[in-house]
């Protein structure tokens, strides 16, 4: 893995000390010596990380971070901030401008190459989710960098292992009043309850007396279900080794005791700012392939999803040996209800069907709207006989009971017609069978409509 680190100090020494240490590890180094510089370079997007001084002449570190984090377009890059201050103090300031970390110099280099792997790392998957999102965009779907700027990272839910009493009490309180805490001390049952629980953020120490802290974190990276939950691990400052294998294997930040509590609250709010976002992401691309593959008005999936769908359960009938069939349904006089009434309430109809649609089949039946008034439900594992029937309850059902229209002010009567076909062979195709039911449903409106009629044999 590779990426490109923009390092940014006024001091040509310290440029140039960074440049060597990251290129020989392989990263792409890029230089900057101001402030003004390096936002410019980051506004182009042409960065993957930043290591920024703090002392700094015309703009400082914090205010470049700050800068940086206020931006829709930047927040999402990994800013480490790199000072001589170690005050507890300079460090929160750091991190309440939206640094992602904190290191001081002298710089150990393996502690650099590990935090600036593990920050790379997961900028590389916040910008496959950022591509994804951007297609989501032209479909009208808001991306949420806007929001993820104005979080707070408050009222996150916290998941803290521990097995100390006085340690986790303390830690506990001091998150109590910004953050929803629970609290589980022992680690066997501790991913369990971290798949089960929505947390946002997962408080793991490193000193667990009867169990390997790692392990626990590495069995959280592991699951599903956790794999994208954020881990703060906290640790003793003579333990270096462990923190930089937690790195390695997905530990997202570390905390060094004795614990401060404005930091534990500065680290605890960037963790569950940047979880929030992510899932946001996660959510936008979601909804978007969902867009894409559903009809906005009725819910049911579009006929562009159907057909690429229906090929692979033709497919797999035939391996099972195993029946299908098809429903080809049309509303009758449809027009009539859109010219009468308006398109208003032609819209009413189509989302009441596609509900009662819903209610008359099963879970692994597929519905849709195949284009206007048509739909289809593809019927796997059911013999002509069985969809007739279905197809029958149907028909009985729609016509039994009229739709509500105009907000329920008035009521129209709706009857459908419906086509049948079913799976001839291992040598019948999507497109034939939808023909065939196609050539049914013709038959089922020539003879007066309201009427199932199955393919002819």
């Known amino acids: 893995m590779t990426a490109r680190v923009l390092v940014v100090d006024d001091v040509a020494a310290n440029v140039r000390l960074l440049d060597a240490r990251l290129s020989a590890e392989y990263f792409d180094v890029i230089t900057a010596m101001s402030g003004k510089e ?43 901030m790199v000072t001589a201050l170690d005050q507890p103090s300079d ?29 790379a790392r997961l900028k590389m998957v916040t910008d496959e989710l950022r591509m994804r999102v951007l297609t989501s965009r032209e479909i009208g779907i808001e991306a949420p960098e806007r929001e993820a700027v104005a979080d707070t990272g408050k009222n996150g839910r916290v998941l803290i ?12 309180a001091m998150l109590g009043k910004e953050q929803e805490v629970e609290v589980n001390p022992d680690p066997t049952q501790a991913v369990f309850h971290a798949a089960d629980g929505n947390f946002d953020l997962l408080i793991v120490s490193l000193g667990l007396e009867h169990y390997d802290a790692l392990r626990l974190c590495s069995q959280v990276r592991s699951l599903d279900r956790t794999r994208n939950l954020p881990i703060l691990a906290i640790t003793e400052p003579d333990n270096t080794a462990r923190m930089l294998r937690g790195l390695e294997i997905g530990v997202n930040d570390f905390l060094i005791r004795p614990i401060d509590k404005n930091e534990l609250l ?4 960037s963790q569950v700012r ?18 894409a593959i559903t009809d906005a008005l009725t819910n049911l999936f579009n006929r562009r999803y159907m057909e690429s769908h229906l090929g692979t359960l033709l497919e797999q009938a035939v391996a099972r040996g195993k029946p299908l069939s098809a429903l080809l349904i049309d509303i ?15 819209d009413d109809v189509l989302r009441d069907f596609a ?28 013999d002509m006989a069985v969809a007739a029937m279905v197809a029958e309850r149907l028909r009985r059902r729609i016509a039994a009971e009229p739709f509500a229209i105009q907000q329920g002010t008035r009521h129209v009567p709706v009857t459908i017609s419906i086509g049948i076909a079913a799976l ?17 449903l013709y038959r089922a409106k020539r003879d007066g409509r309201n009427r199932v009629v199955p393919d002819a044999a």
Request: charged share 35%; with cysteine.
């Open 266 to 269: 500065a680290r605890v709010r």
């Open 355 to 382: 509900l009662r649609i819903k209610r008359s089949i099963r879970g692994i039946d597929l519905a849709c709207r195949y284009g206007g008034e048509e739909f289809v439900i593809v019927m796997p594992e059911t």
């Open 38 to 80: 390096a936002l410019e370079i980051c506004d182009r997007a042409e960065c993957d990380l930043v290591l920024l001084d703090v002392m700094m002449p015309d703009m400082d570190g914090f205010e470049v971070c700050r800068r940086l984090k206020s931006n829709p377009a930047t927040h999402h890059i990994p800013v480490v």
């Open 91 to 119: 460090k929160v300031r750091g991190l309440e401008a939206g640094a992602d970390d904190f290191l001081t110099k002298p710089i150990g280099e393996l502690a650099l190459i590990a935090r600036v792997r593990s920050l």
């Open 161 to 172: 292992v521990d097995d100390r009493p006085s340690s986790y009490e303390r830690i506990a």
């Open 424 to 440: 001839r062979g291992p040598d019948d195709t999507a497109a034939s069978l939808l023909k065939r039911a196609d050539q049914a």
């Open 274 to 291: 940047k979880r929030r976002y992510t899932e946001r992401l996660r959510d936008n691309v979601q909804q978007s392939i969902e867009m």
């Open 332 to 346: 009758d006089f449809f027009k009539a209800i859109n010219d009468t009434y308006g398109h208003d309430a032609g």
